[in-house]
């Protein structure tokens, strides 16, 4: 089965400084990964997607993710953080064989300091 | 395009009884697929319709049912409520893996 762990519950950065968001997935076969954004009182938003071929996939707002298969990675940044990027980040994993049934990290919750 | 809408937004109701939630999907996305988010537990799947059918299907009791209409549309069902019921529920409609989430609706349960 697969599972995904985000390391961090909470990450606070500076206004224009580096975002990192961990992400780590465990399957069996080739995953379908992604990042979500989640801004309060609102559904999910896709950020960006791995499904297959170039493992560095750049998203919405400036965000990008590396899929490493050898270190089962999939970090989420942004070189310089804007006060809007303040929210919750879910990473998640799905299998092709039951694509709509996606598996979600616990969350990070991104703050940004003036 | 419209997005996924979702009815109620904000929904209250009392131990035991029965609550039903609505999804319309975007036009042309035949999969529908419900999730229930917690503080708790996090985001968790319920069930997946595809053309009127379910083909996926989560780890939670028999009070959690869905259907999906012919036109895309979907309502999931909580029977005897219990306090641990209250969450955010999203639907999320999609092509494939791809799946596109409406605002959803927060239930509480007194």
């Known amino acids: 089965a697969q599972s995904v762990t985000q390391l961090g519950s909470h990450v606070s950065v500076s206004e224009g400084a580096l975002v990192l968001l961990r992400c780590n997935y465990s399957?069996?076969?080739?995953?379908?990964l992604f990042w979500y954004v989640q801004y309060p009182n609102q559904g999910l938003q896709l950020l960006l997607k791995?499904?297959?071929?170039?493992?560095l996939v750049k998203g919405i707002n400036g965000f990008e993710a590396e899929f490493k298969k050898s270190e089962t990675s999939f970090h989420l940044t942004k070189p310089s953080a804007h006060m809007s990027d303040a929210a919750e980040y879910f990473c998640?994993?799905?299998?092709?064989?039951?694509?709509?049934?996606?598996?979600f990290g616990s969350g990070t919750r991104l703050s940004i300091r003036p | 395009k419209a997005g996924v809408t979702q009815t109620p937004r904000y929904l209250i109701k009392t131990r035991g009884q029965q609550v039903t939630l609505s999804c319309s999907p975007i036009?042309?996305?035949?999969?529908v697929s419900w999730y229930q988010q917690t503080p708790g537990q996090g985001l968790q799947f319920l069930f997946e319709?595809?053309?009127?059918?379910?083909?996926n299907k989560g780890n939670f009791p028999g009070r959690f049912s869905g259907r999906q209409f012919s036109n895309s549309r979907s309502e999931m069902n909580v029977s005897t409520l219990e306090l641990g019921d209250s969450a955010l529920y999203l639907c999320?409609?999609?092509?494939?893996?791809?799946?596109?989430f409406g605002p959803g609706t927060r239930l509480t349960v007194t």
């Open positions: 999320a409609s999609g092509l494939d893996y791809e799946q596109y």
């Open positions: 399957s069996s076969v080739p995953p379908y």
């Open positions: 791995y499904t297959t071929g170039a493992t």
């Open positions: 998640a994993v799905t299998l092709y064989s039951s694509a709509s049934k996606i598996i």
């Open positions: 036009s042309g996305h035949r999969s």
């Open positions: 319709y595809f053309s009127e059918t379910q083909r």
